[in-house]
C-alpha cells in the first residue's frame, strides 16, 4: 500500500482513541491543516494511538484519513462514514451528475441541523443516527424537517430500524447502513406536501431574500434594517407555494456555484470534505492539502 501502511488486519488501535481519532473527519480539522494553524495536538493524537508507526514516513492528511476510514469502517462506523457513503450512493450508484445535485452540510432548519440536504429538482434531508447516537431529540428534528423538504429520510444502523419504523411519521424514509457497510432502502420517503413557507423562508439568508423578492416585483417597497426581515417574509408570503418554492431550490443551488466537481477527482472517502459548502477553493488547492504532510 501507498507510503508503507501496512495490512488493516495488522492495525490495533485502543478503544479509548476511537472517539478523539473520529474527530479527526470534522471539518475543522481540515481547516487546520489548509490554513497552516497549529495541529500539534492532533500530532500528538496520532502518535500515542499508534496511528504515525504504521507509515514508513510521514503520512500526508488524506493518508490518515484513509486508514481511519477504512480501520472505522467495520468497527467504528461515526457519522462522518454514515455521511460519505450516503453521498458515494447518490452519486455513484444513482449515477447523478454532480451538475445535477447540490449537496449541502450541516443545513440549519429552526432550531435543529440536517446532517444534509440534497437538492435535484426536489428537497430531500438526510439526518443520522448511528450506532454512537441517541434518539432523543429525533422527534424535534423531524417535525422542522417537514417544515421544509419534500422528502426526510432517516439514515441508521440495523440497530434502531424497529424503534423508528414504529415511531416516526409514516412517510419518513429509513435507509439502513448494514453490517456489510451497503445502504439498503428499509422505507421509502413519501412526498411532504405540508411545506411551512415562513419556515422556507428562514432557511435563506438576507442575501438570498433580497434576490429573490427582487426577481419576482417589479416595485419593492424601501425600508430600514429593522423592518427588512417581516417586510420581505410578508412579499414572499404573497407568492404562490409552488413558485415560492422553486425560488427556494434556485437559491439552494447557487450555494454550490464555486464548488468543484470531486466525483472521481479526489479519494471516495474525501468526498465529504470536498464536497463542503464552506470550502471555496479550486481543486487544485484541495489536492495539495490532501498532500501535506502532518509530520514535518
Known sequence: MKNGIFKLMDIQIDKTYYNPLSKLFNYAFFQ???????????????????????????????????????????????????????????YKKKKQAFKDVVILNEFGINFSKADFLAVNGHVTIYEIKTDLDSLSRLDGQIEDYLKVAQYVNIVTSPKFVNALSEHIPSNV?????????KLEIYREAILNINIDMQAVFSCLNSQEHRKIIHDKYVLVPQVPNTQFYNTYLALFKEIEDNEAYDYFIQQLKNRRQNLFNPVGK???????????????????????????????
Do not use: W
Request: proline letters at 1%.
Open 32 to 90: 487546520k491543516v489548509c490554513k497552516n494553524d497549529n495541529i500539534d495536538k492532533e500530532v500528538e493524537l496520532l502518535e500515542i494511538s499508534g496511528i504515525l508507526k504504521h507509515f514508513k514516513k510521514s503520512p500526508t492528511y488524506s493518508e490518515i484519513i484513509s486508514l481511519l476510514y477504512f480501520y472505522f469502517k467495520d468497527i467504528y462506523r461515526c457519522e462522518y462514514i454514515y455521511k460519505n457513503e450516503v453521498i458515494k450512493e447518490i
Open 173 to 181: 424514509g429509513i435507509l439502513v447502513f448494514n453490517e456489510k457497510n
Open 266 to 296: 479526489v479519494q471516495n472517502e474525501l468526498l465529504c470534505v470536498a464536497m463542503n459548502q464552506r470550502n471555496n477553493i479550486s481543486l487544485d488547492n484541495f489536492l495539495k492539502i490532501c498532500n501535506f504532510q502532518l509530520v514535518t
